[in-house]
């Protein structure tokens, strides 16, 4: 709360101080994020976690992408894979991230440990992050399923076109500050590496600390013509979309009872669907918003029936 807030109407800081309170019992892992949203629900409060509408963010729509975006359509030759590796989108997210915390007590004389999660805004995309989203896929099960090729075939193949010419990248020159085309010759000797701003930057291998090109985007139509949509990606889209249906179907059967947890569902609904674990979350929240099945979010095992 701000200094601001002592000017609030009373039930829009007694709303605020709610959700204040709903934070802070997450935070220090009184409740869990699914159950404290669970709460703000039933307090008539807005969700604690807010994100962007995805329809809102159009990557298909945009004359460039990012390495990121591109190295990511290749891979899952997907919208949804594009969005989520756009900046755009992704800095106006957010993720609940579980914390080991220390702080003085005692007067400084002892330590005490609180663990909860926290929200934080998600980082910018890296092909490094890009790994990372793949090697948990494959841990949670079915992502080489998902994808056309694995992330680091991606980028070879990307830079393979690039040597040959069959499309072309613009970047920042780090010594002119000014755009230029990066030439088809460099690309063999250079390599990409995140700086201390989780952003893509392109090096030489042979002087690896020094910085070349910042910025680097690629043709989207490019990108589409030489990498086209892939049966995969179409049946991605498709099985989202089923996966929801089936899930506004259960939760309206049994709309204040979860009959299993949300982990069985997933594990059921990605195999049944072939779909990521993140996309399967997304559906999750969706159905829970269509139906209106806030139990569904509560922690914990489902209730026994009574019956």
């Known amino acids: 709360m701000t200094d ?8 829009i800081a007694a709303a605020w101080a709610a959700l204040d309170e709903l934070f802070d019992d997450v935070s220090c892992g009184r409740m869990t994020p699914e159950e404290a949203e669970a709460e703000a629900t039933r307090q008539g409060l807005r969700p604690l976690k807010i994100d962007p ?9 945009t004359p460039t992408w990012t390495l990121a975006m591109t190295v990511a359509w290749i891979v899952w030759r997907t919208e949804e894979a594009v969005r989520d590796n756009w900046d755009d989108y992704r800095c106006k997210c957010s993720d609940w991230m579980y914390e080991r ?3 003085p007590t005692e007067g400084g004389s002892a330590w005490k440990v609180t663990e909860g999660w926290r929200l934080k805004k998600r980082k910018r995309a890296t092909l490094v992050r890009l790994s990372f989203d793949e090697a948990y896929d494959d841990t949670m099960g079915g992502g080489e399923s998902r994808r ?14 690039l040597t040959e010419g069959q499309l072309t990248a613009t970047a920042l020159n780090t010594v002119s500050t000014k755009p230029i085309q990066i030439p088809a010759h460099e690309w063999p000797y250079l390599m990409a590496k995140a700086d201390d701003g989780f952003a893509d930057e392109l090096r030489y291998r042979q002087t690896p600390p020094k910085v070349e ?28 979309r089923a996966c929801q249906r089936w899930l506004e179907s259960e939760m309206r059967a049994l709309p204040h009872r979860r ?9 059921e609904g990605t195999e049944k669907f072939t779909i990521s674990d993140f996309a399967f979350d997304r559906v999750w929240r969706d159905a829970v918003t269509e139906t209106g099945a806030t139990a569904w979010i509560k922690a914990g095992a489902p209730k026994k029936s009574s019956n």
């Open 4 to 11: 601001a807030d002592d000017d609030c109407p009373p039930d």
């Open 148 to 161: 056309c090729v694995s992330v680091d075939a991606a980028r070879k193949e990307l830079w393979m076109r």
């Open 213 to 240: 090109y910042r910025e680097v985007n690629f043709s989207r139509a490019d990108a589409i013509r030489l990498w086209p949509p892939s049966a995969k990606g179409r049946q991605t889209i498709g099985g989202e």
């Open 53 to 61: 509408d995805p329809a809102l963010f159009k990557p298909m729509a």
């Open 259 to 267: 009959p299993k947890t949300k982990t069985q569902f997933r594990v």
């Open 101 to 103: 915390r220390q702080s």
